[in-house]
């Protein structure tokens, strides 16, 4: 059974940083895509960013000051959140996809999901 356990989520003011955590279990996590997507209240859940092998991927409005990156040794994937904006605001989720040879953008393209961890910018 695969299990997605996050961690890492708090309250910071506008222009800090936040490093959440993904840890998976119960099956092979080299070879898996592993994707960030966040939801705020009465917003659907968007795409954040995903990584596949070592190439990482990003919505538009964190390119630059956002990064994923994977520990394959620890079956963990991070999400480094600089430079935070009040509008970051959201319960992110990390989420993945055993699909090969897509990085999916959409999240019915993930089949396991965490139980996602808030993350409040203050203005």
């Known amino acids: 059974q695969v299990q997605l356990v996050e961690s890492g989520g708090g309250l910071v003011q506008a222009g800090g940083s936040l490093r959440l955590s993904c840890a998976l279990s119960?099956?092979?996590?080299?070879?898996?895509?592993m994707g960030w997507f966040r939801q705020a209240p009465g917003k659907e859940r968007e795409f954040v960013a995903a990584?596949?092998?070592?190439?990482?991927y990003y919505a538009d409005s964190v390119k630059g000051r956002f990064t994923i990156s994977r520990d394959n040794a620890k079956n963990t994937v991070y999400l480094q959140m600089n430079n935070l904006k009040p509008e970051d605001t959201a319960v992110y989720y990390c989420?993945?996809?055993?699909?090969?040879?897509?990085?999916?953008?959409?999240?019915?393209?993930?089949?396991?999901w965490g139980q996602g961890t808030q993350v409040t910018v203050s203005s």
């Open positions: 989420a993945a996809d055993w699909s090969v040879g897509r990085v999916g953008r959409r999240h019915s393209d993930y089949e396991n």
């Open positions: 119960g099956r092979t996590f080299s070879n898996v895509v």
């Open positions: 990584i596949r092998w070592t190439s990482p």
